[in-house]
């Protein structure tokens, strides 16, 4: 597997953008993810969008980053939220996810950022599993879906 920045506009990162929000409304009903996202969101050094590739160039994981100060939605000077973690069906339960989240950590680390936080929702065990395992902790909820009951929040000093 090869893991290459692209932009959040790119082709192949627009492709899965897609999938992952199909996921997201089967799971939940609503449509897909209705926080606000710009392709500039992930520009360095504030953001990064990677893709993971296999063996033949095809785009399989996705997870992006974006710089996040304190702005009265609950998060704090710092933060890097992490966006789009994504894994193609047929390859999950082989450890991209958990490959992309170090990937993402570290770049954010090297950016200068000093906590990683990311909200998920209660339909998405898996998710909130690898998190966890991750070394992540509940944190206060921040961002467009704060106020829904399913969502959870996490967050790990880098």
């Given at each position: 597997?090869?893991?290459?920045?692209?932009?959040?506009?790119?082709p192949d990162a627009v492709k899965l953008n897609d999938?992952?929000?199909?996921?997201?409304?089967?799971?939940?009903?609503?449509?897909?993810?209705?926080?606000?996202?710009?392709?500039?969101?992930?520009?360095?050094?504030?953001g990064a969008y990677l893709i993971a590739y296999d063996?033949?160039?095809?785009?399989?994981?996705?997870?992006?980053?974006?710089?996040?100060?304190?702005?009265?939605?609950?998060?704090?000077?710092?933060?890097?939220?992490?966006?789009?973690?994504?894994?193609?069906?047929?390859?999950?339960?082989?450890?991209?996810?958990?490959?992309?989240?170090t990937a993402l950590e570290e770049d954010a680390r090297?950016?200068?950022?000093?906590?990683?936080?990311?909200?998920?929702?209660?339909?998405?065990?898996?998710?909130?599993?690898?998190?966890?395992?991750?070394?992540?902790?509940?944190?206060?909820?921040?961002?467009?879906?704060?106020?829904?009951?399913?969502?959870?929040?996490?967050?790990?000093?880098?």
């Open positions: 597997m090869t893991i290459r920045r692209v932009r959040f506009d790119h999938e992952v929000q199909a996921e997201y409304h089967l799971r939940y009903g609503d449509g897909g993810d209705a926080t606000a996202l710009d392709a500039t969101d992930f520009d360095p050094p504030r063996e033949h160039g095809r785009p399989v994981a996705t997870g992006g980053w974006r710089s996040q100060d304190d702005n009265g939605e609950g998060n704090e000077d710092g933060d890097a939220e992490l966006k789009r973690m994504y894994v193609i069906e047929e390859m999950r339960g082989r450890g991209l996810a958990r490959r992309m989240l090297t950016a200068g950022r000093v906590r990683m936080v990311l909200e998920t929702g209660t339909k998405q065990p898996e998710a909130i599993a690898l998190y966890l395992s991750s070394g992540y902790a509940p944190c206060r909820k921040f961002g467009y879906y704060r106020e829904y009951e399913e969502s959870r929040c996490f967050a790990k000093r880098l």
